[in-house]
């Protein structure tokens, strides 16, 4: 097998034989509610993981996602609580701010050639601290077109339901696949993680290219905020903490390099599942606590970095012999 | 000027009174440079006479300060190095030149992919990389990770995309420096056949043979200005040399015999020294202020056997000894408590570290001897920086400049003061000339003559077997990972080793 999917290969096994093993004590799991279910509760990560997959490909990071959510949700709630727009002109509007947000934090990072980390950290503070100047609590959202969308689905054979927002998440992930695969920008953020400077060498657009990723970024954080606020009919300037700790450990299970330049979207997809999977699991034991989600991501997070130093030990020692 | 023999219709690419000025320096003044159709143009230089510079500002990487740049007749002014791929200006650079973690069909067409409904169409593209570099008898897996392919391939993939993506000019930045003999070879007859469709190719490296092999004229720089233009057939070398640095080398190479130092007492001795899968077991002794050369072709274990001996890979077999007491030297830090030291070949990867002073830099190896927990005081940094500086002749405007801002050779130089400064007594250096200019050369052959005088032990890895035949007393022959043959005294000659090397080179060929 070509090494390049080694880490995708291994990630599928480990969902696969997860979900076998999650059957074999509750043989309930296999049914299309919980398949539906997974897709739903997760749409907002799944969405945002995108994005984060192509910052990680390009050899970036984004902190930001999680206070752009809460933002996104405030925001929403706020002016359809105090204006009489329809909710579809509010998304436009809070796509737009959420699409020039990422896109002002890419090009200081280029511009200025600041460490992501740090433009992102400070992205983070900033879009949080604007959620709590438009409110400190919780808005409800009671617009009867949040009702319709809601009632939106598409039935599957067993009673499983694709909800609007569950449906969605698997549009953006297509969408996804098909930019960092199939387009000319999508070899440009890999040519980034293969490393800047030869990229500019090679003639990659590298300042278009890099505010296009964090824009694109920014964009699906806005879109994942608007989920959010479907999926819980709120705006809470204080949800979503921490949601770009799991979109990166969903991006890292799904076997991105977090140094960049390899990896796969659709392997994002399979790490959402993943971690889907063992809350599900949780939420059917009943017993257990929810802590153990964390705990379970987190050694299969450490188990994923071994495995990716192990096997850039090796290509490296291949590399070496040729 | 001399050599401007050829008429204006000849002439593809033409650069006029070229200026760059950088912080504090002047990197070119006034520079004319000519390039003709069909033409191979040396671009030769110290380290730091600005060959580097120009070459950067013709191919949009720079913006240069003044002056006139004409491609095919017209004036053009590139501002990154996209756009001069465009107008026609290709390059090929010794170090980065494309992205390991792309596969070879999308390094070759990235950013020109083939496209069907706007979407890039990768079977079209994959079956163009394999028509293009059929043209280069290169049959390789198109949809391979680059990485996964040698660096001579690499180079030659980095040459086809160049001269694909441009077509007029394409500037070789020393494409041969990592490459063997044979892969030299395969690179030449690219060269050759791109010449003869009308392609005016400069060609920048540090080994004059090869410059006299290919090459149809040659321009040299020295600090930034123009030494000259000349033909290559009518340059004979030693007049290349002078021009180059300014005055005449005393003698390029000493070749007068080594006295023998046979009978000195062996200070290190390693028996039966190996690990499985790097370097077959092999008996190695060395003596006080004793040169021990190693040659052999790239990837014959010369690094491995340098790794092993330093303990920067751990021998799994045999033992070593250092005046007869038995020792352990199972990593660096304690080869360094052992006064071993160690110039690794890639200074790049393994040598500078590139952010920190000169300063920091030199003090390196030391203050790791002595421990984090007692620093070097800095009024003593500064006395053995300067002295260093001074010593080896490392060229920077002050000890405090970051290091990857000095030339190749500097660098080398540096972190031979690095060692230096341990006061080791066994210095192990990997191709210590490799990459650098010919002043540095010799300067760096005379220290480590120098320093084997002063009773130090050395190891010499060098792929230029006439330096090494001139300062090593012994020479070890290494092929497959194997030690074969080791050269005593009279015998230490290029043919002899070019004979120990070609023995096996029938089952070594399928390398």
Redesign the interface.
């Known amino acids: 097998m070509?090494?390049?999917y080694v880490p995708l290969a291994a990630t599928i096994a480990i969902f696969v034989a997860a979900y076998a093993l999650c059957i074999l004590q509750y043989p309930n799991m296999l049914s299309t509610r919980v398949i539906g279910n997974l897709l739903t509760d997760n749409a907002f990560l799944g969405i945002a993981a995108v994005g984060m997959t192509f910052v990680i490909l390009s050899g970036g990071i984004d902190l930001s996602i999680g206070a752009v959510i809460a933002f996104t949700g405030v925001f929403i709630a706020v002016v359809l609580e105090n204006t009489g727009l329809h909710p579809l002109v509010v998304f436009v509007l809070v796509l737009g701010i959420a699409t020039l947000f990422g896109a002002l934090m890419g090009a200081i990072i280029h511009h200025l050639e600041m460490p992501p980390f740090i433009v992102t950290l400070a992205g983070m503070f900033l879009a949080r601290g604007m959620a709590f100047v438009l409110s400190i609590d919780s808005v409800p959202v009671k617009h009867p077109f949040y009702a319709t969308m809601k009632a939106f689905y598409y039935r599957l054979p067993g009673g499983g339901r694709i909800t609007l927002i569950g449906g969605l998440m698997l549009l953006v992930f297509a969408a996804g696949i098909?930019i960092a695969?199939?387009?000319?920008f999508?070899?440009?953020v890999?040519?980034l993680?293969?490393?800047v400077?030869?990229?500019?060498?090679?003639?990659?657009?590298v300042a278009r290219t890099t505010i296009a990723i964090y824009a694109f970024s920014g964009l699906l954080a806005g879109l994942s905020g608007i989920v959010f606020s479907l999926y819980t009919s709120a705006g809470y300037s204080l949800a979503a903490v921490g949601v770009e700790l799991d979109a990166i450990a969903a991006v890292v299970i799904g076997g991105t390099l977090l140094t960049g330049?390899?990896g796969f979207v659709g392997g994002t997809l399979i790490g959402i599942l993943i971690m889907g999977l063992i809350q599900t699991y949780i939420t059917f034991d009943g017993s257990l606590s929810s802590w153990w989600t964390k705990i379970l991501i987190g050694l299969l997070l450490f188990g994923f970095i071994l495995m990716q130093k192990g096997f850039l030990y090796l290509?490296k020692g291949?590399?070496r012999l040729? | 000027m001399p050599g401007n023999i050829l008429g204006s219709e000849d002439i593809i690419l033409s650069a006029t009174g070229i200026d760059k000025v950088f912080p504090g320096a002047k990197a070119l003044n006034k520079v004319n440079f000519q390039l003709g159709r069909g033409e191979v143009h040396a671009l030769l230089g110290e380290n730091g006479a600005g060959k580097s510079t120009l070459v950067k500002c013709i191919t949009g990487a720079y913006r240069r300060d003044g002056g006139r740049l004409v491609l095919d007749g017209v004036d053009i002014d590139p501002r990154d190095t996209f756009e001069a791929q465009r107008l026609g200006i290709g390059t090929v650079y010794q170090e980065v030149n494309l992205l390991p973690n792309l596969t070879v069909a999308e390094n070759l067409f990235l950013g020109r992919q083939p496209r069907r409904f706007g979407l890039v169409d990768a079977r079209a593209m994959n079956r163009r990389a394999e028509t293009l570099l059929a043209g280069y008898d290169l049959d390789i897996d198109v949809k391979a990770e680059l990485s996964s392919c040698s660096v001579a391939v690499q180079q030659v993939v980095a040459i086809a995309r160049a001269v694909d993506l441009s077509g007029k000019v394409l500037i070789l930045d020393e494409p041969t420096a990592s490459l063997d003999a044979h892969e030299v070879e395969m690179l030449f007859a690219v060269v050759r056949r791109l010449k003869t469709q009308g392609l005016g190719i400069v060609f920048i490296t540090h080994f004059l043979e090869q410059v006299y092999a290919i090459c149809d004229r040659i321009t040299v720089l020295r600090n930034g200005q123009l030494v000259g233009t000349r033909e290559a057939a009518a340059l004979p070398r030693r007049e290349l040399i002078a021009m180059m640095l300014g005055r005449e080398l005393g003698d390029e190479i000493k070749t007068v015999a080594k006295a023998e130092t046979e009978e000195g007492p062996v200070r290190y001795r390693f028996s039966g020294y190996g690990r499985r899968g790097h370097i077959a077991p092999f008996d190695l002794e060395v003596r006080k202020g004793e040169v021990v050369g190693i040659a052999g072709l790239l990837g014959s274990g010369r690094t491995e056997t340098a790794e092993i001996l330093f303990g920067a890979e751990k021998a799994d077999s045999g033992s070593a000894e250092i005046e007869g007491k038995p020792v352990e030297l199972t990593s660096p830090r304690a080869a360094i408590r052992h006064r071993l030291g160690f110039c690794p070949e890639d200074r790049k990867v393994d040598g500078i570290v590139g952010d920190l002073s000169v300063r920091e830099n030199i003090a390196l190896a030391l203050q790791a001897r002595r421990g984090w927990a007692r620093p070097i005081p800095r009024a003593e940094q500064e006395r053995l920086a300067d002295q260093y500086i001074k010593a080896l002749d490392i060229r920077t405007t002050d000890r405090e400049k970051p290091i990857r801002l000095l030339s190749g050779g500097n660098q080398q130089k540096a972190i031979l003061a690095r060692w230096l400064a341990t006061n080791p007594e066994f210095l192990i250096l990997d191709e210590p000339t490799r990459g650098i200019d010919v002043g540095a050369h010799a300067e760096i052959i005379r220290l480590i003559e120098n320093l084997c005088e002063q009773g130090m032990s050395l190891i010499v890895i060098s792929s230029e077997l006439d330096e090494l035949v001139a300062y090593s007393h012994r020479v070890i022959v290494l092929r497959d990972r194997t030690h074969v043959s080791e050269l005593v005294g009279e015998a230490v000659t290029t043919a002899h080793i070019v004979e120990a090397i070609a023995a096996g080179e029938k089952q070594g060929a399928s390398r």
Not at chain 1, 181 to 184: E, F, I, S
Not at chain 1, 197 to 205: D, E, F, K, S
């Open positions: 070509n090494p390049r098909l695969h199939r387009t000319r999508g070899a440009n890999y040519a993680g293969g490393g400077q030869t990229a500019r060498l090679m003639g990659v657009p330049g390899s290509s291949g590399r040729a």
